[in-house]
């Protein structure tokens, strides 16, 4: 009696492990990341080791948690899932492994009163905020550009945790109206004192990093934001040159005529500062 109620016993265990195992693979997303595998990936990728999930994050999760996938799934509560997703701005749907597009964006082209909103509301929740303006090479008349807003969310010892705020989507800086827009949001930000970092990279960096916004940026382990790349772009003479402003712009002639009249818009409306671009002869 006593080996059959053993034995029994020893059905019943490995029939709670099999069906634990079924639900905790069930939890996969498409890459075979289980959420609690994702929702470690995404505090190391912004910096946070995962020994110091606990301390930087709260939520009841502790160190032994972080050791045991199930014990880990056991804390990631819908409210808890929703809080990491926000602390970093990143899709719910992709911590939740139902897609894999990490970040939401800002729509602000053509919508400048978006982008000032933002910058202003940024600055209200906090004292450290910077931006990188990527551009890659052109390719096919299209030249793909990226601007990222960086904003600190917190500090490990002395290294800062920032998330990042990703602005629309495919825009090409060979088009007129897309680079009279662009330019404009890195000079509104700098007047704010937002300092914007502009950087000619790779196509394959571009890709890698932020096509269809598929990647979490490269980390600078130092600084604890997004990693430099590429040669560096001269903001001042973007802003201030006409002549850079308006160069290798895709289209008729009078596409630089139009971008002027823009840009004149854009800061008559909007900066302090007048600039005002030099005429074109």
């Known amino acids: 009696m006593f080996s059959e109620l053993l ?11 099999w069906l634990r195992g079924r639900g905790a693979s069930s939890e996969k997303g498409a890459n075979g990341e289980t959420i609690g595998e994702r929702f470690i990936r995404l505090f190391k ?7 110091q999930i606990p301390k ?19 804390k990631l509560t819908d409210k808890t899932l929703q809080d990491a997703a926000d602390l970093f701005s990143v899709r719910r749907e992709w911590l ?20 000032v909103n933002l910058i202003n509301t940024l600055k209200q929740r906090s004292e450290i905020i910077h931006g990188r303006f990527f551009i890659a090479p052109e390719s096919k008349g299209w030249q793909s ?3 990222v807003i960086e904003e600190c969310v917190g500090n490990i010892g002395d290294k800062q945790v920032f998330r990042y705020h990703f602005l629309d989507d495919e825009m090409d800086f060979h088009y007129w109206r897309c680079r009279c827009y662009f330019v404009f949001f890195i000079a509104y930000a700098r ?8 950087s000619l990279i790779t196509k ?32 001042e003479q973007l802003i201030y040159d006409t002549d850079y402003l308006t ?35």
């Open 204 to 235: 394959r960096d571009f890709v890698q990093f932020f096509e269809d916004h598929r990647n979490i940026p490269k980390l600078d382990e130092h600084s604890g934001g997004m990693s430099s790349m590429g040669q560096r772009i001269d903001v």
């Open 96 to 115: 939740d492994g139902a897609s894999d597009k990490v970040y939401k964006a800002h729509y602000c082209y053509k919508m400048p009163e978006r982008f």
């Open 7 to 17: 034995a029994f016993k020893e059905l019943v265990s490995s029939l709670y492990n």
């Open 145 to 147: 550009c990226q601007l």
């Open 247 to 281: 160069e290798g712009l895709r289209g008729l002639a009078i596409d630089k005529t139009l971008a002027l009249n823009l840009w004149d818009e854009l800061t008559d409306s909007y900066l302090k500062e007048n600039i005002r671009p030099l005429t074109i002869d």
């Open 191 to 198: 007047e704010q004192g937002v300092y914007i970092n502009a």
């Open 45 to 51: 990728s912004h910096g946070v080791h995962h020994n």
């Open 56 to 74: 930087f994050f709260g939520h009841n999760i502790s160190l032994a948690d972080l050791q045991d996938n199930d014990r880990l799934l056991d």
